[in-house]
């Protein structure tokens, strides 16, 4: 098993920046994967960001409402993950939550959810 804790978040002007963690101990040397979702009231929970372990490197993969903005980086021992958002606009609010996928399972591990907020 893999517990995430989440930090980061808050609230900001259009065209500021925030940036995310997500810290995860456990089985943290299986991680396979880790993404970030986000959620507004009423919609459905969708994928911002993900990166994935390759041979030699990464593989990162973003929306395309963020493309540009966003960029998703971990440390060298996946236990940490951030997402650096820049640019932000007020359609960026939502409650941000970090996910991981280890080798060789389905389960998904969800963080705790952080709120981000941003005035126009």
């Known amino acids: 098993q893999v517990q995430l804790v989440q930090s980061g978040g808050g609230t900001v002007q259009a065209g500021g920046s925030l940036r995310l963690s997500c810290a995860a101990s456990?089985?943290?040397?299986?991680?396979?994967?880790m993404n970030w979702y986000r959620q507004s009231p009423g919609m459905q929970r969708e994928l911002v960001a993900s990166i994935t372990r390759g041979i030699g490197t990464d593989y990162t993969d973003y929306a395309d409402s963020v493309k540009g903005r966003f960029t998703i980086s971990r440390d060298g021992a996946w236990n940490t993950m951030w997402l650096q958002m820049n640019s932000l606009k007020p359609e960026d609010t939502a409650v941000y939550y970090c996910?991981?996928?280890?080798?060789?399972?389905?389960?998904?591990?969800w963080g705790q959810g952080t709120q981000v907020f941003v005035s126009s």
């Open positions: 996910n991981a996928h280890l080798d060789l399972q389905t389960v998904d591990y």
């Open positions: 456990g089985r943290a040397f299986s991680i396979k994967d």
